[in-house]
């Protein structure tokens, strides 16, 4: 069935780095955007970063800009989040998701499938 | 940035309630604004896009509704399993953003 499933969470002191991927199964993945969207401890959904299905566009909301990097395989079936420059404010359950078209185009229109989470934290 | 601002933040109610939530957009996103449904230690569920497009699989008591700005969701008589946190978004452009969430408690 279709699923994403998220990997690479963990504790990470300020300043350091931590990649997150998430595999994706049950869909042709190389046909959709994907998104990484967070939500802190308490707080509400943020998204975080938006990356076409042919991973030629790229955008990032600017808390995260210049410090975290979207990538995808598409033959892997994989989305990735490099997460350079860490901070406090970063700690939050990361989300993968799927937008809800398979449009082959640069709209956006939300997301649909969503994995179970990874959990970051970011402390000394 | 496209702001959306969501109204109650909270509320109180019984089952069987009709239930009204509201995002105002700042500025145009034509029907670009889907809902979603959010429980704790749970992922995000998609219950409605572009603005009133009911998902498969999503009960019939919810629904959405769009009128200029404004964007609600409704509830048509709340059953325990609808007591959760929910947001709308905001698709139409880059930063996508999320409505800053209703938690609906019991009354």
């Known amino acids: 069935q279709v699923q994403l499933v998220e990997s690479g969470g963990g504790v990470v002191q300020p300043g350091k780095s931590l990649r997150l991927s998430c595999a994706a199964a049950?869909?042709?993945?190389?046909?959709?955007?994907m998104y990484w969207v967070r939500q802190a401890p308490g707080k509400g959904l943020e998204w975080v970063a938006v990356i076409s299905y042919d991973g030629s566009n790229r955008d990032y909301a600017d808390s995260v800009r210049g410090r975290f990097t979207i990538s995808r395989d598409n033959p892997k079936n994989t989305l990735y989040l490099q997460m350079n420059s860490l901070r406090g404010e970063d700690t939050a359950v990361y989300y993968c998701?799927?937008?809800?078209?398979?449009?082959?185009?640069?709209?956006?229109?939300?997301?649909?499938?969503w994995g179970q989470g990874a959990t970051v934290t970011v402390s000394s | 940035d496209i702001q959306m601002t969501q109204s109650p933040s909270s509320l109180s109610a019984s089952v069987g309630d009709r239930v009204t939530i509201t995002c105002r957009a700042s500025q145009t996103i034509s029907s670009f604004l889907n809902w979603y449904q959010k429980k704790p230690g749970k992922a995000p569920r998609l219950l409605i896009s572009a603005a009133s497009s009911l998902q498969s699989g999503v009960p019939s008591r919810f629904s959405g509704s769009e009128s200029g700005p404004d964007f609600t969701l409704t509830i048509s008589s709340l059953q325990p399993e609808d007591f959760a946190t929910y947001y709308c978004l905001q698709s139409y452009t880059t930063p996508l953003t999320f409505g800053g969430g209703t938690k609906v408690e019991i009354k």
């Open positions: 998701a799927r937008d809800r078209t398979p449009a082959r185009n640069y709209n956006y229109y939300g997301m649909d499938v």
């Open positions: 049950g869909f042709t993945f190389s046909n959709y955007a």
